[in-house]
Nanobody, 122 residues
Framework: QVRLEESGGGLVQAGDSLRLSCVAS????????MAWFRQAPGKEREFVSA????????YYADSVKDRFTMSRDNSQNTAYLQMNSLKPEDTAVYYC???????????????WGQGTQVTVSS
């Protein structure tokens, strides 16, 4: 069983930055991929970014490309999402997930965190 815990969310102004962290607790954590998704009120959960855990290859949604950077620290079982130039439309609950594939759909991911709120004011 894998437990994921996100942190780093908060209330910021447009143009500010935040860094989210996702720590995995497991006896032996070695996923194929981890990802960040987000869900705004009244909207479906949407893909933000993913990373191949071993190779470090990253993938981004068009809406965040060039503003967000995903990385990982294998030794700390931690994934990060550096978010720069935040916009009000980035406001959402951000979830991390781990799984055995890289996918832009949420269904293939096996484990999820509880989420962290990011609010960007204009």
């Amino acid at each position: 069983q894998v437990r994921l815990e996100e942190s780093g969310g908060g209330l910021v102004q447009a143009g500010d930055s935040l860094r989210l962290s996702c720590v995995a607790s497991a006896r032996s954590f070695s996923p194929y991929a981890m990802a960040w998704f987000r869900q705004a009120p009244g909207k479906e959960r949407e893909f933000v970014s993913a990373i191949k855990w071993s190779a470090g290859t990253t993938y981004y949604a068009d809406s965040v490309k060039d503003r967000f950077t995903m990385s990982r620290d294998n030794s700390q079982n931690t994934a990060y999402l550096q978010m720069n130039s935040l916009k009000p439309e980035d406001t959402a609950v951000y979830y991390c997930a781990s799984g055995t594939v890289v996918a832009r759909d949420f269904s293939p991911y096996d484990f999820w965190g509880q989420g962290t709120q990011v609010t960007v004011s204009s």
